[in-house]
């Protein structure tokens, strides 16, 4: 009797261990620690979303509309003039909604909301996973999924809306984004499993929102977080594959709020933060070095998209090369290409031939090859010199983790090159060029500041004591500088 009472006491025992640690319904909804700056604000901003997430169908199909209107409505409704309107010409309205507002705004928006407009807004990545639906759902291939593709993604599209002149001309606006557009409807007609194949892995747009999104204010949080790091998987309610509990970085989020149930202690919870906190804890955060080269090259791109413009060494170098090529007798050069590659409008009075493609495009890709080897160069010495002051890191995570303190300079960059016509539409509102200019140095000025304060907080976390700590800050310094002074002609042009 006494062993059975011992069996029993031992079961019962067991019992309640085992309902103890199983959640209980009363468990479920107890609150917990949000965290953060602005946990209420964070918390009403969520119970907003989630509880209008199932009519964001229609905000998606409305932008849809919109969207297709801007990039299409131009090419039909073409400008009355040059000088047309943009309140008084649909077509002069469009482009300036495009590059004046849209663009620019986008890249700002991610200090403040993330890739809120990914999630929330973009018509691509919706018309994208409406496609998914309807087709095949095949595996995502490897070639889709390798890091590089966005950076190729974006690259090609730097180049090509630059060689086809989609800032001037509504045919090449159509042409290249309504391209994209129907490459976003078909790798998610053709891969993924009720998920946004294209958002994750081939959107240019989405490479440098989801970058930049590390240094917004935006994060959503595992409330269980799981050990490992960041993880890919199609098993998930995620639209981007993002392991849920084990989410760690906040470049694949889209912010769809489809992950979050307030009313649990289950799914991910909305978390606001000080901009770049992320990065200056980037080690905690999945940094890679495919996010690193981006901000190289795409810093080098932009800048050569600029640049070719207004530098007088480009049309003294075209003209060299113009001369050379008859004396060579490649005639071919001088003929006119496709208008999907490149502008041909002579009513217009810009003819582009395959010389000038191939010298645009050679431009641009000398400057990112230029500024991405200075960069590399600055981080190398200050991860080198790091390592000599005391830092943890080996060389090669020291070197990504030092890469990121470029981000603010990358992100002003592609804003002055890709966005610069933003400051234009300053102009036309009345702000004369002396303040425009000021607001453009106020600008870069901010980004270096805010690159040397990243890489500051960058060395303290590799365990470089603040007295040694300003020496591997110097090629730091000297990189951003570099960026700051090729930008120069943006800065003081009108």
């Known amino acids: 009797l006494a062993s059975l009472h011992v069996i029993n006491v031992a079961s019962t025992s067991m019992s309640d261990t085992a309902a103890a640690s199983r959640p209980r319904a009363n468990d479920l909804a107890q609150p917990f620690l949000r965290g953060g700056s602005l946990p209420r604000v964070a918390a009403r901003i969520e119970a907003f979303f989630v509880r209008y997430r199932r009519a964001m169908w229609l905000v998606h199909a409305g932008m849809f509309v919109v969207f297709v209107a801007l990039l299409f409505g131009p090419a039909l409704l073409k400008a009355t003039s040059d000088n047309a309107d943009a309140f008084g010409d649909f077509a002069a309205f469009a482009n300036a909604a495009i590059w004046s507002v849209w663009f620019p705004l986008v890249f700002l928006s991610v200090i403040f909301i993330g890739r809120g407009w990914c999630g929330l807004l973009c018509p691509m990545g919706a018309a994208s996973e409406w496609a998914n639906r309807l087709g095949p759902r095949l595996a995502i291939p490897a070639w889709v999924r390798w890091p590089g593709t966005p950076i190729v993604s974006f690259l090609v599209v730097t180049v090509w809306a630059q060689t086809a002149g989609a800032r001037d001309h509504a045919e090449a606006i159509a042409i290249v984004f309504g391209s994209i557009l129907i490459a976003a409807v078909a790798l998610g007609f053709f891969f993924g499993r009720n998920k946004r194949a294209w958002c994750r892995h081939m959107c240019p747009i989405g490479l440098l929102l989801g970058v930049f999104s590390r240094i917004g204010a935006v994060d959503f949080r595992a409330k269980r977080p799981r050990a490992g790091g960041d993880a890919w998987t199609e098993k998930t309610a995620c639209p981007t594959m993002i392991d849920l509990n084990r989410k760690t970085e906040s470049r694949h989020c889209i912010e769809c709020f489809r992950c979050v149930s307030p009313k649990s202690n289950a799914g991910l919870y909305l978390r606001l933060r000080p901009p770049g906190e992320e990065v200056a804890a980037i080690r905690e955060h999945n940094g890679n070095l495919s996010e690193v080269l981006f901000l190289f090259t795409g810093t080098g791109a932009a800048l050569g998209g600029f640049l070719w413009l207004v530098l007088d060494s480009y049309q003294t170098l075209r003209a060299a090369l113009g001369n050379w090529v008859i004396d060579q007798q490649w005639y071919w050069l001088g003929e006119p290409g ?61 070197f990504v983790e030092l890469g ?82 090729a930008w120069y002609p943006a800065v003081f042009s009108t």
């Open 404 to 485: 990121y303190q470029f981000l603010p300079v990358a992100m002003v960059s592609l804003l002055l090159g890709l966005g610069g016509d933003l400051f234009e539409a300053l102009g036309s509102l009345g702000l004369g060029a002396g303040v425009i200019n000021f607001f453009k140095g106020i600008l870069v000025l901010g980004a270096v500041s805010w690159s040397l304060g990243l890489g500051w907080r960058l060395l303290a976390r590799q365990g470089v004591p603040a007295s040694a700590r300003w020496l591997p800050l110097l090629p730091g310094a000297l990189g951003s500088l570099t960026v700051a002074a």
């Open 338 to 398: 496709p208008m999907w590659l490149m502008a041909v409008y002579p009513h217009e009075r810009e003819v582009l031939r395959w010389f000038d493609f191939f010298l645009i495009s050679g431009y641009m890709m000398s400057w990112m090859t230029i500024i991405t080897a200075a960069l590399a160069a600055a981080t190398a010495a200050a991860t080198w010199l790091a390592r000599r002051a005391g830092g943890d890191a080996p060389f090669g995570r020291g």
